[in-house]
């Protein structure tokens, strides 16, 4: 025992039962007493307490349990690491199952035999102690992250050693990997390892706008360079003078664009529209893609001069669902954020839903597992996340349109995989010309839908 007992909140209404506890207790514990809910939750909010004895028949329900299950879940609100221990009538069972599913800790039965009690309450201390000990690890090596990037797998792991390796040199860096697997996340990490950290991060969805827009967005203009052009406007390159431009979608960059953005890095100066005099911008070059550009370039919608500048260090994102040991740190991290924001007094999820968390393909990759476990922090009651609150079963099940076809996309994807891997006699790289992609995309594929048999071709 430390130098100051612990707090222990004894809530009953029955003044004779709480002197007896109380003296039973005090050599262990600091007793604190409350007599009705009211109370009780006052008492909470004052001291804290890592355990609670709760008698569930409070007034003005003695006979029954709204108050006392309702001040449960009140009090697994406010303090969720708490071990709560109701006190119930020996007929009761019912009732004592209902707040164990509500988040008690355990129940005991009147008439309370102190012995079984205080052995309760050292097994509940236990484990409220090895919780807290085991939150603050978590916390720990969350700080540890680097860069917000959370994974454990050997992927992540060699990827944080390739930002750390490439984030100090000026080379640019080509980002690819399926939407939502954390390309931005990696662009940010490069430039914070950077010398350019101090100045600016500047990101443009070259996919999103508009292809007349662009243009003047990315060099900018000089007043009265077209109608509408009232006043002089720097573009997002110039924006990043001294720091990092993020060329996002860059797959998406219209041809006679990719030939002026091109020039831009041969010769590092930018002309606004309208403008006369070149103007020396000093960047780092970063740029992200979901789609093939080796397979653009052959189909004559991306140049090959401009992709060998931007393709100096390739980093190739994998899908989630090839990458399943990130899972449990992500859901968990992801569940801790959340349902603190919520204040929901979630702690984890159940073996059930971390088994359907693991083997779901996850199309949305990462961002798509954060959506749905914000979705279930909201829906939740009690201590654990379940598959009901995780909506996946549903998922699986064939129905909406647009899941459906990305299942239906998926599963013809795989079946077209494996046929060719099967005419091509296990080789890849016929397969891979079989079926009109490169390589490193079939191994992705191979990767993503469990077909990689073993190492050697
Ligand atoms: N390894 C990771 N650790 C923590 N969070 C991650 C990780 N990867 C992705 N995320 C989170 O998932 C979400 C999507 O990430 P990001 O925007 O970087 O993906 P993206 O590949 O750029 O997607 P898109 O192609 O849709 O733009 C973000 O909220 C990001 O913080
Ligand atoms: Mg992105």
Redesign the pocket.
């Known amino acids: 025992m430390t130098g100051h007992p612990l707090p222990l909140l004894l809530v009953d209404d029955d003044d004779t039962i709480r002197e007896q506890m109380k003296w039973a207790l005090a050599s262990d514990y600091q007793v604190v007493e409350a007599a009705d809910r009211p109370t009780a939750l006052q008492k909470v909010q004052q001291v804290m307490p890592r355990l609670v004895l709760l008698d569930l028949g409070l007034p003005p329900d003695v006979d029954g349990a709204t108050e006392g299950m309702a001040l449960l879940r009140e009090i697994l609100q406010i303090t969720p690491s708490t071990k709560v221990i109701v006190i119930t009538g020996n007929s009761d069972r019912a009732r004592a199952i209902e707040a164990i599913q509500s988040g008690a800790y355990d129940f005991i039965e009147k008439p309370v035999q102190l012995d079984i009690l205080k052995v309760v309450l050292q097994r509940a201390l236990y484990l409220a102690n090895l919780e807290e000990e085991h939150r603050l690890l978590q916390e720990t090596t969350e700080s540890d ?1 680097f860069e ?4 454990e797998s050997p992927f ?1 792991r060699e990827l944080i050693q390739t930002i750390k390796r490439i984030g100090p040199s000026e080379v640019p860096v080509l ?1 690819t ?11 940010r990490a490069v430039h914070r390892q950077s010398k350019r950290a101090q100045g600016p991060f500047v990101a443009i ?1 070259c996919g999103a706008i508009p292809e007349t827009l662009l243009e003047s967005e990315l060099f900018g203009y000089e007043k009265g360079a077209f109608t509408g052009a009232v006043q002089q406007r720097k573009g997002r390159i110039e924006h990043a003078q001294g720091g990092t431009l993020f060329l ?2 860059i797959g998406d960059i219209p041809l006679p664009l990719q030939v002026k953005l091109l020039r831009f890095l041969q010769e590092r100066q930018v002309q606004r529209l309208g403008g006369k005099e070149p103007i020396t911008v000093d960047v780092r070059i970063i740029a ?1 893609t ?1 789609v093939d550009l080796e397979q653009a370039i052959q189909d004559g919608r991306f140049r090959e001069d401009l992709y060998y500048r931007l393709c100096v260090v390739k980093i190739g ?1 994998l899908p989630l669902s090839a990458r399943p040991t ?1 899972i449990p740190l ?1 859901a968990n ?1 992801f569940l801790r954020r959340l349902a603190a924001e919520y204040q929901k007094p979630l702690v984890g999820f159940t073996t059930e839903a971390m088994t359907l968390l693991t083997s779901y393909h996850w199309p949305g ?3 798509e ?2 959506n749905r476990i914000k979705r279930a922090v909201v829906m939740a009651e009690g201590r654990y996340v379940t598959p009901a609150h995780l909506e996946l079963e549903e998922l699986s099940k064939p129905q909406g349109s647009s899941l459906t076809l990305r299942r239906l996309r998926a599963s013809q994807e795989r079946d077209l995989v494996r046929l060719a891997m099967e005419k091509a006699n296990g080789n890849v790289s016929r397969a891979a010309a079989e079926l009109g992609i490169s390589r490193p995309t079939l191994y992705q594929l191979l990767e993503r839908y469990g077909l990689r048999k073993s190492k050697k071709e």
């Open positions: 992250h917000g990037l959370i994974g992540m980002i990997g399926e939407s939502g697997t954390g390309k931005e996340l990696v662009a969805n996002d979608e992200a979901h994102m990130d992500l991290t990759n990462v961002r597992l954060e």
